[in-house]
């Protein structure tokens, strides 16, 4: 019986690692390992078994007959072997034959052996491989020989892979879940379907070297790791933000835990002593993690495993020096990203003609990330818990943000309906591009001007191709997001007189620049980092206030691109009056400075303020008078009405924007408007929702401002519409609210056959 000592993992690597040196052929090299394994495990039996053309092929073996070498073949999931590889799991058996999954070959002689543990030969995440030791006497393994097996199978993948022995990973992994199409169910966020291979956005580590030449080194190396590691949350923890949204302060919290877990960092230093380097005992411990989760019936326990995989996943990166995103690293021609969150800046670095769609793991409705994937017209699901379990990078997705759902290895069957059903929504954008100059009138005459909202230079295109009466909203910070370094005047100006005359005579709202909350800008906010409540923070026109050399370029930067033109101009988060009048007087004195100079002036300048915070409009009566024009942001304010953090995931479904607390109050500001002869439209993103667009026009806006792909759902909506008798239903509606308005508000749409997409 093979003692604790010769079975030690530290044995068989310094073994191994001669025969990774030599150059001897890859087949020697292996006929060589299972004859160390074997003899370091006193064990009777060594083999293994590589996967190529879909099947498991012994490949070197001492103890079972030389004949059967190259010869025995099991498919996946076929025998002890094969459920090993599929499983991706270890088998441990006293009694190989009396397991369910036994299947004999009489050509390897193994009849004889009782006992049998193997584990799988994993690359990316994939079995290409098994090792397996035998014995004739009926006994299960100790721990320490599976950790073992396991530890040499990590350093025998990477000679696998390295000799290409085996099939691909990626291949593989296709085959091997053959018959494993995965559902992905999440929330819609970004509605359009798309077809491609996963990408992580922060990817996984592919190990090259396993064997460590120098442990002190390697140990030295994990050490400097978890220093840098450390002090990137503690930096993280002071800013809550750190770019990215999805991490949250107890996600922060739990990392901290980890990072700072005494028994993490001791198991890892435990497998680079038995000779792994830094890369490979991290992952080897990571490994051991995932096999415990997978037995963990806790939801509350896997989460918290899960972010100790991302944490193993971030050290990984800190000891390989592989710190990029996928970003960086190039996307293959049509990638599906995944990952838990992401920030505004960082989804604008992706390239997005390559980008087809994002599956994120967190993310709301209203969140600036779902509003640039919307601008950058790439679908977009979110909330789709545990997706980095069930996608592995290089997985076909086929992604349907309009039902909220992705299939992962989708088989024939599923793939022919996704087609079927993409055919038939290029057909319905086909019939919506056929209307696209009729203009958006109710049936019983209102007019109503439909916008865009955009803020990258290619959305101006989207005015042509949906018919749209301009654009609503121009979010001047995305130039600000893209930018590594704070843009400068002519670049700004130069974005915007191209977006001015692409739009032609159309009209244009420029928005002045609305950072901060979840739009941080690292090169101009670190006075801004640390807010507790960044939604509620130092944002938007507070910041561009009492920061006020940015705003007075981009107003120059606006005034000079509106030359000879009309300029139209809007303050984010206006919360009192005298807000409003201090960046107007700003904005006057550019053009006082400029007239000075005798420089070409725009023909005239409207000034108008977004409605956000619920604040103003208790001082409407005072606001009006001032303004040319005023535009409701429902996002934030629906956030600011139901105190729920538009980018907090746990609350991305709670409320609802057709509930009759928005509705009445949206009702009443624009009834003060248009008593005051104020033109005032809504440019959140629930006016892109033909439902939402619906009881808009019932409480009497006459302006929407919304995501291009809105405009044609949204057109067909009003044609349809008889807007009298909107009103009148909502009035009814508001008066005495049912228990659900969203199904009131849809069975009268029905009835009365009004079109909604
Ligand atoms: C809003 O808040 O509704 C809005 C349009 O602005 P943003 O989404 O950019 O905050
Ligand atoms: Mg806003």
């Known amino acids: 019986m093979p003692t604790t000592s010769t079975t030690s993992a530290r044995e068989i690597l310094t073994g191994l690692h001669d025969v990774m040196a030599s150059k001897a052929s890859a087949q020697a090299k292996l006929n060589k390992v299972v004859k160390i394994i074997a003899e370091a495990m006193a064990s009777e039996v060594c083999s293994i078994y590589l996967l190529r053309d879909g099947v498991l092929e012994l490949f070197a073996t001492v103890g079972l007959n030389q004949k059967a070498v190259h010869v025995t073949k099991l498919a996946l999931g076929e025998g002890l072997v094969g459920s090993i590889a599929k499983d991706v799991a270890v088998l441990n058996l006293a009694e190989a034959a009396s397991h369910p999954e036994f299947a004999y070959r009489p050509e390897t002689g193994e009849e004889v052996f009782h006992s049998f543990a193997g584990v799988p030969i994993v690359r990316k995440e994939r079995a290409i491989g098994v090792l397996a030791v035998q014995h004739a006497e009926p006994r299960a393994y100790d721990e320490i020989e599976i950790e073992a097996l396991q530890t040499v199978a990590m350093v ?102 980890f990072a700072y877990d005494e028994g993490w960092s001791r198991r890892i230093n435990e497998s680079i002593d038995s000779g792994l380097t830094a890369e490979a005992a991290i992952e080897r411990v990571r490994q051991r993690m995932q096999t415990r989760m997978r037995q963990i019936d806790d939801p509350l326990l896997q989460e918290r495993m899960h972010d100790l995989d991302d944490l193993s996943n971030r050290l990984l990166r800190i000891v390989s020096g592989q710190l990029g995103t996928a970003a960086q690293a190039g996307l293959p021609q049509d990638a599906i990203l995944i990952a838990r969150n992401l920030g505004p800046a960082e989804l604008l670095e992706y390239d997005r003609r390559k980008l087809k769609g994002v599956i994120l793991e967190e993310g709301s409705l209203t969140a600036h990330v779902t509003i640039v994937a919307r601008a950058m017209g790439v679908p977009m699901i979110g909330r789709a818990r545990n997706v980095r379990r069930q996608i592995q990078e290089g997985d076909l997705v086929l992604l349907d943000g309009g039902e909220g759902a992705a299939f992962a290895r989708p088989t024939p069957a599923v793939q022919e309906a996704f087609e079927t059903k993409l055919a038939a929504s290029q057909k319905r954008r086909a019939e919506y591009a056929a209307v696209k100059d009729l203009p958006p009138i109710t049936r019983d005459g209102t007019r109503i001007a439909v916008m865009v909202n955009a803020g990258l230079r290619d959305d101006v295109a989207a005015l042509g191709l949906t018919g749209a009466d301009g654009i609503g909203l121009f ?134 303020a977004m409605l956000e915070v619920p604040a103003l409009a208790e001082m409407l009566d005072l606001l009006l008078p001032r303004i040319d024009f005023m535009s409701i942001g429902t996002n934030d304010l629906t956030q600011f009405l139901f105190a729920a953090d538009r980018s907090n995931p746990l609350l991305a479904e709670r409320y609802d924007w057709l509930s009759p607390a928005i509705l009445r109050f949206l009702r009443r500001v624009v009834r003060a408007a248009d008593a005051a002869n104020v033109p005032v439209g809504v440019c959140g993103e629930m006016g892109g929702r033909t439902l939402e667009a619906m009881a808009l026009v019932g409480i009497g806006v006459r302006r929407l401002s919304i995501t291009p792909a809105g405009v044609g759902p949204v057109k067909a909506m009003i044609r349809s519409l008889d807007g009298g008798a909107a009103t009148a239903l909502l009035d009814r509606l508001l008066d005495k609210p049912p228990p659900d308005m969203r199904a009131a508000l849809a069975a009268w749409a029905e009835k009365n056959k009004v079109a909604m997409a």
Request: glycine letters at 8%; charged letters at 25%; proline letters at 3%.
């Open 156 to 257: 025998l993948s990477e000679l696998i892979a390295n000799a290409g022995l085996a099939d691909r990973a990626a291949s593989a992994a296709t085959e091997s879940r053959g018959s494993g199409t995965a559902r992905i169910a999440g929330q819609k966020l970004v509605v359009g379907m798309a077809k491609g291979h996963a990408v992580y956005h922060q990817p996984r580590v592919l190990i090259e070297h396993t064997v460590a030449e120098d442990i002190e080194a390697e140990r030295h190396r994990v050490y400097a790791a978890f220093a840098r590691m450390r002090e990137q949350i503690d930096t993280m923890m002071g800013h809550a933000e750190f770019g990215t949204v999805g991490e949250h302060q107890e996600v922060l919290e739990t990392y901290k835990m």
């Open 475 to 608: 979010r001047t910070e995305f130039q600000f997001l893209v930018s590594a370094t704070l843009p400068r005047r002519e670049s700004q100006q130069r974005l915007y007189r191209a977006v001015l005359e692409a739009a032609g005579d159309k009209p244009v709202i420029f928005r002045t620049v609305d950072v901060g909350g979840d739009k941080q800008l690292p090169y101009l906010h670190a006075s801004g980092n640390g807010e507790e409540n960044p939604a509620l923070g130092w944002r938007a026109l507070r910041l561009a206030l009492d920061r006020d050399t940015l705003m007075k370029a981009q107003a120059r930067a606006l005034l000079e691109a509106a030359a000879g033109r009309n300029l139209d101009i809007m303050f984010p988060m206006v919360s009192e009056p005298w807000e409003f009048d201090q960046a107007k007087t700003l904005v006057e004195e550019q053009r006082a400075w400029l007239a000075g100079r005798k420089k070409r002036l725009p023909t005239r300048v409207r000034y108008g």
